[in-house]
């Protein structure tokens, strides 16, 4: 069974930071790209940030480029998402997605909370 787990989620200021992270169970970790993605309120959810496992590109979203950065740990098996200089509108439930060419998984999502 796989399992995508994310944490780190919570309340922050503008401006401040947040490291977001997500752990996978059930699949073999290496062979998956790994990405972000978020839906604020009211909307559709949009793609943050990818990291390709073949070799190790990775991708933004712009209103996000230059502030966050993704990242993998294999013998962790977790992938994490650090973000800086947290703006009013990267609040939003973030959710970690594994995805491969046979099947994609998506996570629970963990809530980011900006405050000005």
């Known amino acids: 069974q796989v399992q995508l787990v994310e944490s780190g989620g919570g309340l922050v200021q503008t401006g401040g930071s947040l490291r977001l992270s997500c752990t996978a169970s059930?699949?073999?970790?290496?062979?998956?790209?790994m990405a972000w993605f978020r839906q604020p309120p009211g909307k559709d959810r949009e793609f943050v940030a990818s990291h390709i496992h073949k070799d190790g590109s990775t991708y933004y979203a712009d209103s996000v480029k230059g502030r966050f950065t993704i990242s993998r740990d294999i013998a962790k098996n977790t992938v994490y998402l650090q973000m800086n200089n947290l703006k009013l509108e990267d609040a939003a439930v973030y959710y970690c997605n594994a995805i491969s060419t046979y099947d994609q998984y998506w996570g629970q999502g963990t809530q980011v909370t900006v405050s000005s």
């Open positions: 059930g699949l073999t970790f290496n062979q998956y790209t």
